[in-house]
C-alpha cells in the first residue's frame, strides 16, 4: 500500500466471519483505546493510531481494535456496537457503547479479557481513561506481552492540570503494568518523561508516521502579507496566548505585514478567552479564528497558508508539524516541540514559545526562501516519516515484546 492510499475509509458493516482474525503473516494485534476513528473530536491521535493500525495491517498483521464509541463528553460517533466491523483488509473494530464520560464502556469490560486472550501481543493506547487500569490488570494476568503508548499525557509542564491526583494514578499503573511492558514513546523528550514517571519500564522511541499528500501546492510568491497558519486543539499547552502576544508585537513594528489564521476546537470557554483577547489587544484585522478543520477545509487551511507556527509548551509530536512539512510548508516550532532538526534540514525555525521569540522568528522567516525551504521540508516527510517505513518499525519493537515474554531475552531500552 503506498502512502499516499491511506485515506480515511467508511466504517462498514461487519462480514458474518469468526471473532478471530484470520491467520496472517505478523502477529495478531489488539489495539486497546478509549476511542477511535471516526472520533475526530480528539484530534491528532485519532489519526495517527487509525494509521498505525492500517499499515500493520498492510505489513501482515492481524489487527483487531477494542474500543469505545465516545467521540467526547457526551458525544458518541455513529458506528455500529455489539459486534466488529472490518476497515480494511486485516483490520477489524469492535466498537464497545460508552455509558458516561469520555470512555466508561461495560461493554468493553465484558469483552477484554477474552479479546486479550486471543491475541498474541496487546497494544494499549491510554493513561488517564477507563480501559487503562483493567487492561494493565489483564494482561499482567494473562502474561501477555504489551506496548503501551501513553501519546503525550506523561509529560510535565508548569500548567499540568491535577499534577498530585495524575502522579498517584502513574503509580498505581507502573505497579499493575507487567514487568516485561515497552513504553512506546514518540520523542526522545517523550521519554524522559515517562522514565521518571514509570520508572523500571523500558522505553522504545518509535515516531509517528504523517501521510505525505500526492500534491502540495507551493505558497505563491511575492505577496506583501505573510500568511500564517495554527493548527491544532485548542489549549493552554499550545501556547496560543504567546502567540498572540507576538502578534502584538508583529502589528507594532509594521513589517512584516500578516495575517495569523487560528484553526482548531476546544473547550467553549477557553475559546472564549481567546476571543476576547483578540479584540483587546486590537487583532481582530490581523487574526482570525475559523473553529476546527477536517478533510477537505483542513487542505484548504494548509494551501492558504506560507508558514505554519506551533508555539506549544510542550508536546510529545506534535503531527501537525510533519502534516505541515508534508504539504511543503516552512514551519516555525517552539523549544516545547521535538522538532529541532527543522534547522538543520533547512525547513523551519525551532525557538522559545516567548512573544518576544515568536515575533522575532516570524520576521526572519519572512525573508528566507519560503519554496525552497518547503520542498526541503516534503523530502524529508517522505524519507523519514512515511507510514510504511513507521509501521515497520512498530513491528519491530512488537517483536521485542514477543521475545521477551517468550523467554528469548528482554528487548533494549532504546
Known amino acids: 500500500m503506498s502512502d499516499a492510499d491511506t485515506s480515511n475509509p467508511p466504517v462498514q458493516q461487519a462480514r458474518p466471519s469468526p471473532e478471530r482474525p484470520v491467520a496472517a503473516a505478523g502477529p495478531r494485534v489488539l489495539q486497546v483505546v478509549p476511542s477511535f476513528w471516526p472520533a475526530l473530536r480528539y484530534g491528532g491521535p485519532i489519526e495517527s493510531v487509525l494509521q498505525l493500525c492500517r499499515h500493520l495491517a498492510a505489513a501482515g498483521c492481524a489487527v483487531t481494535v477494542l474500543t469505545t464509541d465516545s467521540n467526547g463528553p457526551g458525544a458518541r460517533v455513529e458506528v455500529k456496537t455489539g459486534g466488529e466491523v472490518e476497515l480494511a483488509p486485516g483490520m477489524r473494530v469492535r466498537y464497545c457503547r460508552k455509558l458516561m464520560r469520555n470512555s466508561v464502556s461495560p461493554e468493553l469490560m465484558t469483552n477484554l479479557a477474552r479479546y486479550v486472550a486471543a491475541a498474541d501481543l496487546v497494544h494499549l493506547t491510554a493513561v488517564y481513561s477507563f480501559p487503562t487500569i483493567p487492561t494493565l490488570a489483564v494482561c499482567r494476568r494473562l502474561h501477555k506481552p504489551l506496548v503501551w503508548s501513553p501519546r503525550g499525557a506523561l509529560q510535565v509542564w508548569p500548567g499540568r492540570r491535577r499534577a498530585l491526583a495524575k502522579t498517584m494514578w502513574d503509580r498505581l499503573c507502573r505497579k499493575i503494568a507487567p514487568p516485561e511492558t515497552i513504553v512506546h514513546v514518540t520523542s526522545e523528550p517523550e521519554a524522559v518523561s515517562v522514565r521518571s514517571a514509570l520508572p523500571g519500564l523500558r522505553v522504545a522511541v518509535v515516531p509517528n508516521g504523517v501521510t505525505i499528500p500526492d500534491f502540495a501546492p507551493r505558497p505563491p510568491g511575492g505577496g506583501e502579507t505573510l500568511r500564517l497558519l495554527f493548527i491544532g486543539r485548542l489549549d493552554p499547552k499550545k501556547g496560543i496566548e504567546n502567540l498572540l502576544q507576538a502578534c502584538v508585537i508583529l502589528k507594532r513594528r509594521e513589517a512584516p505585514r500578516f495575517m495569523l489564521t487560528i484553526a482548531g476546537g476546544g473547550p467553549e470557554a477557553y475559546r472564549r478567552k481567546l476571543v476576547d483577547l483578540i479584540y483587546r489587544r486590537e487583532l481582530a484585522d490581523r487574526v482570525r479564528m475559523i473553529g476546527p478543520v477536517e478533510g477537505d477545509e483542513k487542505e484548504r487551511a494548509f494551501a492558504e497558508a506560507d508558514v505554519a507556527i506551533f508555539p506549544s509548551y510542550i508536546e510529545n509530536f506534535a503531527i501537525v508539524v510533519a502534516e505541515a512539512l508534508a504539504r511543503e510548508r516552512p514551519v516555525i ?82
Open 333 to 414: 516550532a517552539s523549544h516545547g516541540t521535538p522538532w529541532a532538526e527543522v534547522e538543520q534540514i533547512g525547513c523551519g525555525l525551532w525557538v522559545a514559545n516567548s512573544p518576544a521569540a515568536l515575533s522575532d522568528a516570524v520576521c526572519r522567516i519572512s525573508t528566507m526562501p519560503l519554496a525552497q525551504m518547503g520542498e526541503r521540508g516534503r523530502r524529508w516527510m517522505v524519507e523519514r516519516f512515511a507510514w510504511p517505513a513507521i509501521a515497520q518499525q512498530m513491528l519491530a519493537c512488537y517483536e521485542r515484546a514477543l521475545s521477551s515474554v517468550g523467554g528469548t531475552g528482554p528487548a533494549n531500552d532504546q
